[in-house]
């Protein structure tokens, strides 16, 4: 008898308007002790490239750019600063979704770049010795081109690679 009650009970709360799951955000209701002052948008946070990293690019690349090829993340792990290397390489890592669409203002991305490419970062000596770090300028002039076909441009920059005798890791082909 008593289950009955608190199945009856149960049924009445969640029927109720007050049970329901919003669907529209609720322009009253307070934030939580604690979160009361308004979040700084990434794009004027002053984060460190490396926490920059961890908010835009780990959530499919992985912690040290390992990606995720049975999900078509691909790795960047020792081989990214190869496409440095050949025509249209430089501009296409601005230019993929996850860079061009970030949070990330102009500068935060060259900077998070010129981190990822350093021989102790993700691209693990992969980047040309004669390295160029990219600038605000170069990202805001690349950063608008949208990349028609990602999957064949970025297989045309492979073949490239793999045209100057760079062995391409199973997990790179994706």
């Known amino acids: 008898m008593r289950s009955i009650f608190y ?7 969640v029927a109720s308007p007050s049970g329901e ?7 009253d209701q307070k934030p939580a002790p604690g979160n009361e002052a308004r979040q700084t948008p990434l794009h ?13 690019c780990l959530g499919c690349h992985l912690t040290n750019g390992e990606g995720a ?16 290397k050949v025509e249209g390489g430089r501009e296409f890592l601005i230019q993929v979704p996850g860079a061009s669409l970030s949070a990330l203002n102009n500068q935060q991305l060259a900077e998070l770049l010129n981190w990822m490419l350093r021989d102790d970062g993700i691209a693990g000596g992969s980047a040309p010795k004669n390295f160029k770090p990219y600038t605000e300028q170069e990202v ?13 441009h970025r297989q045309n920059l492979i073949e490239q690679i ?9 997990s790179v082909i994706q």
């Open 7 to 13: 199945v009856l009970a149960l049924t009445l709360i």
């Open 162 to 170: 793999r045209n100057l005798n760079i062995e391409i890791p199973a």
């Open 69 to 84: 090829p049975r999900h078509d993340i691909p790795m960047m792990k020792g081989f990214v600063g190869n496409f440095l």
């Open 44 to 56: 004027l946070a002053n984060y460190s490239p490396s926490v920059n990293y961890q908010l835009q």
């Open 140 to 152: 805001e002039t690349n950063r608008g081109v949208m990349i028609k076909d990602l999957i064949g």
């Open 21 to 27: 799951a919003r669907v529209i955000p609720d322009p």
